[in-house]
Structure formats: C-alpha cells, structure tokens
C-alpha cells in the first residue's frame, strides 16, 4: 500500500465526491494526492528544522522530536510500501501465469477425455 492508495481510500468515504473530466479523467483525486503529499513534506521540513535547528532548547527539540519521527517514519512506510508492492507485483506475474497455465492444461485435458468418453 502506497501514499496513493491510502488518500483515494480514505477519500472514498461518501462525503467525497469525485469530478469526471469528459475523456473520464479523475482530477479530484489527483489533486487531493498532491496536496496531502506536498503537505506532509512541508510537516517533515518544518518538524526536522525545529527538532535541530540552531539555538533550540532542549525542551522544545523534545516536543518536537516526536513529531518528527512519526512523519518520518510514516513516509518511509508508506515509501517501502509502494516499492514492495513494485517487486511483489514483479515477482507475482510469472508465478500466476504459470499457474494459470497449469489450470488451462488441467481443463484441457479434463475436455479431451469427457470428448474421448463420449466417442466411444
């Protein structure tokens, strides 16, 4: 699960409604991406800044370390998501396929027979 995934699911709530261009585009997602992302960095930056910007007191690095660590930690899981799920969807392309021809071989011969059963 990406960034991406997580915005358009929690936006899918009905209190959101979603505008069509006409070539059946989705802009309101789009935009709503962008502005969580852009404000979640913005967060990260300022958090990162305060907690060991110059001339901080310990107590107020304190306060906001915290912040800073969940924001970071947040966007590398959500950055580690979106590449797992990359090279999961890599890796699982070939497995499936080879599966799905092992059950078109199975169906096959499955016809073949009822066919020869029914010839004799």
């Known amino acids: 699960?990406?960034?991406?995934d997580f915005i358009l699911g929690v936006s899918s709530s009905p209190g959101f409604q979603e505008q069509q261009l006409p070539g059946g585009l989705a802009f309101f997602n789009d935009i709503?991406?962008?502005?969580?992302?852009a404000t979640l960095t913005f967060?990260?930056?300022l958090a990162l800044?305060?907690?060991?910007?110059a001339q901080?007191?310990?107590?107020?690095?304190?306060?906001?370390?915290p912040l800073y660590l969940f924001l970071a930690v947040w966007?590398?899981?959500?950055g580690y998501g979106f590449w797992w799920s990359l090279i999961a969807g890599e890796e699982a392309t070939p497995t499936s396929l080879t599966?799905?021809?092992?059950?078109?071989?199975?169906?096959?011969s499955a016809i073949d027979a009822r066919l020869a059963a029914v010839q004799v």
Request: net charge neutral; glycine share 8%.
């Open 99 to 108: 599966g799905l021809q092992e059950d078109a071989r199975d169906a096959a």
């Open 1 to 4: 699960m990406d960034q991406r």
């Open 56 to 65: 901080r007191r310990l107590t107020e690095r304190l306060i906001t370390l």
């Open 43 to 45: 967060l990260i930056w």
């Open 32 to 37: 709503l991406v962008i502005v969580v992302v």
């Open 49 to 53: 800044r305060e907690t060991f910007g």
């Open 75 to 78: 966007s590398i899981g959500f």
